[in-house]
Every structure is written in structure tokens, then in C-alpha cells.
């Protein structure tokens, strides 16, 4: 059996914008889609806010399934969800 993670960005709070095998492209993403205002992009990490790096969301996500993690910065945001997909 083979098992995949794949990593699905969101736009805001709904639209589908991609779905990923890379997390990096995927967080490289979410960062374009936010920044666009003058303000830092963050992540939220367990009601508090971050600032939105590889290597705290590569720490989140390793070894989870099914975890969410929200960047924000001003009007913008987006998400990202880890999910397994099995063969």
C-alpha cells in the first residue's frame, strides 16, 4: 500500500486554489495569496499568531494527518490542509 500526503490550499475561507504533493509549493503559495497587503503574513498556531515560516509549519504537519493550519495577513488569508491519500 502505498500512502501519499497531500497538502490542499484554500483561498480565504472556501474556494479550492490547489492541491499539492509539496508542501514547500504549497506554503509558497499561501504566502503569494496573502501577500498582498503591507502586512506580515502569520500563521495560526493554537489561537496565537506566528510569523508564517517553512519551518514551523513543516513542524506542525509532521507526523499528523488531517491538520489544519491558517495563514492571515490584513484581508487576506488562506489555509492549508494536510490529508493521506492511500492506494
Sequence with gaps: MTKINIYCLF?????????????????????????????????EVDAEYVPASFAVLRNLFQGEAEVKVRYTSGNHSARIVKTKLKE
Design 11 to 43: 483561498h480565504g475561507d472556501g474556494n479550492l486554489h490547489a492541491v499539492y504533493s509539496s508542501l514547500k509549493a504549497a506554503h509558497r503559495d499561501a504566502l503569494k495569496i496573502c501577500n498582498q497587503s503591507n502586512n506580515s503574513v502569520l500563521l
